[in-house]
């Protein structure tokens, strides 16, 4: 694992990882979007709340990525036992 510095809501963190820097800078940047975001919606939030309310954020977007991972891998499993139904039905 090596030390990347990320910047976080004008804080600097040390994180260790095996990700790249690029990686970890990406990540960084959508926390810092999703902070910016949630300050210029709301006011007077303390930082704590804001970090929870972009930790929920976040943790919705994922579950909804999820979500539709799982519908698609559905999808794909049905069709491809479709074409194959196809296929042995031109086959025999």
Same mark, same amino acid.
């Given at each position: 694992?090596?030390?990347?510095?990320?910047?976080?809501?004008?804080?600097?963190?040390?994180?260790?990882?095996?990700?790249?820097?690029?990686?970890? =800078?990406?990540?960084?940047?959508? %926390?810092?979007?999703?902070?910016?975001?949630?300050?210029?919606?709301?006011?007077?939030?303390?930082?704590?709340?804001?970090?929870?309310? %972009?930790?929920?954020?976040?943790? =919705?977007?994922?579950?909804?990525?999820?979500?539709?991972?799982?519908?698609?891998? %559905?999808?794909?499993?049905?069709?491809?036992?479709?074409?194959?139904?196809?296929?042995?039905?031109?086959?025999?």
């Amino acid at each position: 694992m090596k030390q990347i510095k990320v910047k976080i809501y004008n804080q600097e963190y040390v994180i260790k990882s095996d990700e790249s820097a690029e990686q970890l =800078s990406r990540i960084a940047d959508y %926390v810092n979007d999703k902070l910016k975001e949630i300050q210029d919606n709301t006011e007077g939030l303390s930082e704590k709340k804001m970090a929870i309310l %972009v930790a929920l954020n976040i943790a =919705s977007e994922y579950f909804q990525a999820i979500k539709e991972r799982d519908e698609l891998s %559905v999808n794909i499993r049905q069709r491809t036992e479709a074409l194959l139904n196809n296929i042995e039905s031109v086959m025999d």
